[in-house]
Nanobody, 118 residues
Framework: QVQLVESGGGLVQPGGSLRLSCAAS????????MEWYRQAPGKQRELVAS????????SYYNYGKGRFTISRDNAKSTAYLQMNSLKPEDTAVYYC???????????WGQGTQVTVSS
């Protein structure tokens, strides 16, 4: 059974930092591209960052540019999203997703809530 479990979310003040983790099981983690998405209330889910299977090529989209860093540890089957200089508009549920060229739709985690507020 495939499981992606996000953790590390919570309440943080503006300007603060959080590191999200996504622990995978049931897949050959080192073969999957990992992606982080977020969904704010009333908005569509949007891609924030992705990283290739080897970890050699991180990419950032939308609001993920400049303040967020994606990484992975294939030995631990875990992906990370380091978020710095957080703003209230970063408040959202953050999801990780494992994608593979032969897997239609990929696999999603359950999400972790990030709230940026003073």
């Amino acid at each position: 059974q495939v499981q992606l479990v996000e953790s590390g979310g919570g309440l943080v003040q503006p300007g603060g930092s959080l590191r999200l983790s996504c622990a995978a099981s049931g897949i050959n983690f080192s073969s999957y591209t990992m992606e982080w998405y977020r969904q704010a209330p009333g908005k569509q889910r949007e891609l924030v960052a992705s990283i290739t299977a080897s970890g050699a090529r991180p990419s950032y989209y939308n609001y993920g540019k400049g303040r967020f860093t994606i990484s992975r540890d294939n030995a631990k089957s875990t992906a990370y999203l380091q978020m710095n200089s957080l703003k209230p508009e970063d408040t959202a549920v953050y999801y990780c997703k494992a994608t593979h060229i032969v897997i239609v739709g990929g696999y999603w985690g359950q999400g972790t809530q990030v709230t940026v507020s003073s």
